[in-house]
């Protein structure tokens, strides 16, 4: 037994209620496909339909087989799409909107190497740390990092994670009170995020409230700030590790609980994702996977 084919026509059968249309349709006889039916039930052990002279009905099991059948074949279908797609489109433009940060860092190299690896893709990188609709805007792809679910219209495929830091300059310590706990926070010059959710209360441990003389909505511009001395900053570990490796900021409160976040690469939930925009996330999550090993 062809048990694809059988399934096929159990789907299709199903659907249009009928031997005749189904036999209609596929240029088989009635016979033929009501055989194919019968060893389709004798292979899984159960009966799928009560047949009478006029129509056609779904047991509670057949319902039930008839929903994971069609999930089967529209995988299969899709399959079939994206190996077609692949050898005919994997080409073209994607738009990808990515952090600011994270683009001139890790993202810079990582894009690097992806247009080295496939020339005949072309990139339209918007770098930004505002919350954009993906799907409003045109994007294909979009990187987004969070502890919380992802929006149900979105697919997201983690790529890596990343952790907070508490930075400040070795001069701003030594003329400034000791910071020991993260209350101590309350008495220094401490920089706001913009974009940051909790805008002026940092998550450490159970979160400790902070006011300072800037507010900025780029990280790498507060790093700035944070290297000349002029406060402290609550800043995610890819802007802050170069520094911190220099000398030029220290990282305090370092055992203090603080959250840890997952990069996402993101695109908007659709049954056909081009071979082009699969390629790409595979590209991501091996990169960041050979970068951590």
């Known amino acids: 037994m062809d048990k694809l084919r059988a399934i096929e026509l159990f789907v299709r059968l199903a659907n249009l209620g009928s031997f005749t249309k189904v ?23 159960a009966r799928l339909l009560h047949r009478s002279t006029r ?11 008839l929903q994971r059948a069609k999930e089967i ?34 993202l810079s ?6 247009m080295l690896a496939h020339p005949d893709i072309d990139l339209d990188i ?56 993260p209350r101590d926070l309350a008495e ?6 913009s974009y940051f959710q909790s805008k002026n209360v940092w998550p450490i441990e159970d979160g400790v409230s902070i006011s300072g003389r800037l507010k900025v909505n780029s990280t790498l511009f507060m790093m700035e700030s944070i290297k000349r001395g002029l406060g402290i900053g609550f800043i995610p570990d890819f802007v802050a590790q170069d520094a911190i490796t220099k000398g030029e900021v220290v990282e305090i409160l370092a055992e203090s609980s603080k959250p840890q976040l997952t990069l996402y690469a993101l695109y908007p939930a659709r049954h056909h994702v081009p071979a082009k925009l699969v390629l790409c996330i595979e590209f991501l999550q091996k990169w960041f996977t050979d970068k951590a090993t």
């Open 55 to 65: 129509n056609v009905q779904l047991t509670p099991v057949g319902e039930g087989y």
């Open 23 to 45: 036999a209609e349709q596929t240029g088989t006889s009635k016979s033929m496909i009501s055989k194919e039916i019968s060893r389709l039930e004798a292979d899984i052990g």
């Open 188 to 193: 220094h010059n401490c920089f706001v995020y």
């Open 109 to 114: 190299s990582l894009f690097a190497d992806f």
């Open 126 to 181: 918007h770098l930004g740390d505002e919350q954009l609709d993906l799907v409003e805007h045109g994007f294909d792809l979009g990187f987004r990092a969070s502890s919380q679910p992802i929006d149900l219209h979105y697919v997201g495929k983690p790529l890596t994670q990343f952790s907070y830091k508490v930075c400040a300059s070795p001069g701003y310590l030594a003329s400034h009170p000791k910071i020991l706990i």
């Open 73 to 106: 074949l529209e995988k299969l279908a899709d399959a079939d799409n994206f190996a077609q797609d692949l050898q005919q489109n994997l080409r073209g433009k994607l738009k990808i909107n990515a952090p600011m940060a994270l683009g001139i860092t890790d």
